[in-house]
Nanobody, 120 residues
Framework: QVQLTESGGGLAQAGGSLSLSCVFFGGTFSDYWMAWFRQVPGKERELVASINWSGGSTYYPDFVEGRFTISRDNTKNAMWLQMNLLKPEDTAVYSC?????????????WGQGVQVTVGS
């Protein structure tokens, strides 16, 4: 059974940086597309970044504006999200997720989430 464990996050000031990590257990990491999502209470979960199985292709929604970088290392079964130039509106619970490369639009496995809080 695939399990995902996030770490990192915490408190940062506006304009600062934080880094999130996600470790993958219980499967073949390179079989999965990976992504970071975030959610604020009362709002829908939104995609922050995604990366294909090899790391050769990434996607960011417009609101990221070049501030975040997703990366992975298949030899370490790990993925990261480097967040720079943070804004108060980036405050949310961030979760990593995994989707089989044969069905990359469907994220089957989720981590427990970590809190990111950005002060103004």
């Amino acid at each position: 059974q695939v399990q995902l464990t996030e770490s990192g996050g915490g408190l940062a000031q506006a304009g600062g940086s934080l880094s999130l990590s996600c470790v993958f257990f219980g499967g073949t990491f390179s079989d999965y597309w990976m992504a970071w999502f975030r959610q604020v209470p009362g709002k829908e979960r939104e995609l922050v970044a995604s990366i294909n199985w090899s790391g050769g292709s990434t996607y960011y929604p417009d609101f990221v504006e070049g501030r975040f970088t997703i990366s992975r290392d298949n030899t370490k079964n790990a993925m990261w999200l480097q967040m720079n130039l943070l804004k108060p509106e980036d405050t949310a619970v961030y979760s990593c997720a995994a989707a089989r490369h044969t069905n990359p639009g469907t994220y089957e496995y989720w981590g427990q989430g970590v809190q990111v809080t950005v002060g103004s």
